[in-house]
């Protein structure tokens, strides 16, 4: 089994920055793929980015040039750099791993922009 651990998130003005992380613990292997989507209130869930264990890396439009998901293999663990954010950047950001063929979600953390 699989255990995310999200950390990071909050309150921040437009135009701001936060920080997310993501650690992995527990029967995880060294080929993997994480990432983080959000889901906005009323929306569906949207992919954000994601990272291979090789480091290729995937952004969704909305967020390329502001975004950066990076990883550290030694520590299990993904962060994601937010910049320049928009109050539609507004959501509940959930890390996720692909790891052995399981599909494995974190608890969420709450990202508010204010305009």
């Known amino acids: 089994q699989v255990h995310l651990v999200e950390s990071g998130g909050g309150l921040v003005q437009a135009g701001g920055s936060l920080s997310l992380s993501c650690a992995a613990s527990?029967?995880?292997?060294?080929?993997?793929?994480m990432g983080w989507y959000r889901q906005a209130p009323g929306k569906q869930r949207e992919l954000v980015a994601t990272?291979?264990?090789?480091?290729?890396?995937n952004y969704a439009d909305s967020v390329k040039g502001r975004f950066t998901i990076s990883r550290d293999n030694a520590k299990n663990t993904v962060y994601l750099q937010m910049n320049s954010l928009k109050p539609e950047d507004t959501a509940v950001y959930y890390c996720?791993?692909?790891?052995?063929?399981?599909?494995?979600w974190g608890q969420g953390t709450q990202v508010t922009v204010s305009s």
């Open positions: 996720q791993r692909f790891d052995r063929n399981n599909l494995t």
């Open positions: 527990g029967r995880i292997s060294n080929i993997f793929i």
């Open positions: 990272i291979s264990s090789g480091g290729s890396t």
